[in-house]
């Protein structure tokens, strides 16, 4: 057997330790003598892994008392809607910050429920970078602001918190979450899928302040209803379980190695020397103001396309998989997460200096 350096956007590597002691738990967990997958939720054994995930996330990412965490299912894109039928309580409309395909999706969904200001947009580059936070028209009336902290395609990423002052800020944080430190108490909500940085697909986070459940609008869905999830511990029906217990095994893994203090270091670094590699050469090129730069994805071009297919080709054969860059950039992607090991990209440096002396 050997695994790949996997590059992909998402669902994404997952840390091989994770995998092995999941392996191990597989037939019987903690002599149950079933697998995770085969416990009712409503039991101890399940119960037990289930809040044992929720108090280490809490502890990673400090979240404050006055926040819940929700284990929903659905993905990302189920909050696009989600969001307006709970947030907007009597006001009408919300401001949205326009930073790539995501922020676009979660807009369009928006637009539905109710009047989106687009607050900012950085469409006009190309997505290439974010629009300066002085030049945001932001509506005092807005129900929330909602961006997205990480564009997973464009591969920009906030370096910074916006200050919306009383107006909830909302993060689509599916490709950042995890990363780095984060203050929460700035955010009246943040949401990830977890297929990307947290552990296999089909488990969404919500975390969520407590004053902003309880608003939904009438129409809105049992299930789609913040306050019907954080009332019954995301067990209001069975969750995603599988999913939950492998996502808790990652928060293990995470304290065990540091955190997110050290997982910002290593991202750092790792991306660090990815950029490094593109702008030392002109045989690579990335579009992304240098402040804005994503740790996580780094879109990248060759000087000729033509030479994707034999790049793309190469690049498999030293074990460094699913490089394709998303259809609407094409070019290169490199996703790396915090389960891709600095040795992944030092491979992938050394490979692309190789192959631009071969084919410069
Ligand atoms: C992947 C992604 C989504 C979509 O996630 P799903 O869980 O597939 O719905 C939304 N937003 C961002 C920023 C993403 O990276």
């Not at 009597?90 to 995501?102: E, L, R, S, V």
């Not at 402040?291 to 994805?297: D, E, I, L, V």
């Not at 790396?336 to 084919?359: C, Q, R, S, W």
């Amino acid at each position: 057997m050997s695994r790949v350096f996997n590059f992909s956007a998402g669902p994404a590597m997952l840390p091989e330790a994770v995998i092995k002691k999941a392996s191990e738990e597989m037939l019987d967990w903690h002599g149950e003598g079933m697998s995770v997958m085969e416990m009712s939720h409503r039991g101890k054994a399940f119960m037990s892994i289930a809040s044992k995930a929720e108090a280490d996330l809490r502890t990673l990412m400090a979240i404050p008392d006055n926040y819940k965490v929700l284990f929903l299912q659905g993905g990302a894109s189920m909050q696009f809607g989600a969001i307006p039928l709970n947030l907007l309580g009597d006001k009408k409309t919300a401001d949205y910050i326009n930073t790539g395909m995501w922020s676009k999706k979660a807009i369009a969904e928006a637009k539905r429920y109710c009047d989106v200001n687009v607050a900012a947009s950085s469409e006009d580059s190309g997505f290439t970078t974010i629009p300066d936070f002085a030049d945001w028209k932001l509506n005092p009336d807005a129900a929330y602001v909602h961006y997205t902290p990480n564009e997973t395609i464009g591969g920009v990423e906030f370096d910074y918190i916006p200050d919306t002052g009383d107006v909830p800020l909302i993060a689509d944080m599916s490709s950042t979450i995890l990363s780095r430190p984060v203050d929460v108490s700035k955010f009246g909500m943040i949401y990830a899928g977890a297929q990307k940085n947290v552990g296999p697909a089909g488990l969404t986070l919500v975390i969520i302040r407590d004053d902003l459940l309880g608003h939904a609008a009438d129409i809105t869905p049992t299930m789609l209803n913040y306050k019907t999830h954080a009332d019954a511990d995301s067990m209001y029906n069975t969750p995603p379980t599988y999913s939950w217990y492998l996502a808790g095994l990652v928060f293990e893994w995470l304290l065990e190695n540091g955190g997110l203090e050290a997982m910002g270091k290593i991202n750092k670094s790792k991306s660090d020397k990815l950029y490094a590699a593109i702008d030392g050469n002109d045989f690579y090129a990335n579009p992304v103001e240098k402040r804005y730069r994503s740790w996580m994805n780094v879109p990248f071009t060759l000087k000729d396309a033509d030479l994707d297919a034999a790049f793309l080709e190469q690049a498999a054969a030293k074990g460094l998989a699913t490089l394709k860059g998303h259809r609407s950039v094409g070019g290169m992607r490199a996703s790396i997460y915090n389960a891709m090991p600095e040795a992944g990209v030092d491979t992938l440096v050394e490979f692309m200096a190789e192959f631009a002396k071969a084919n410069g």
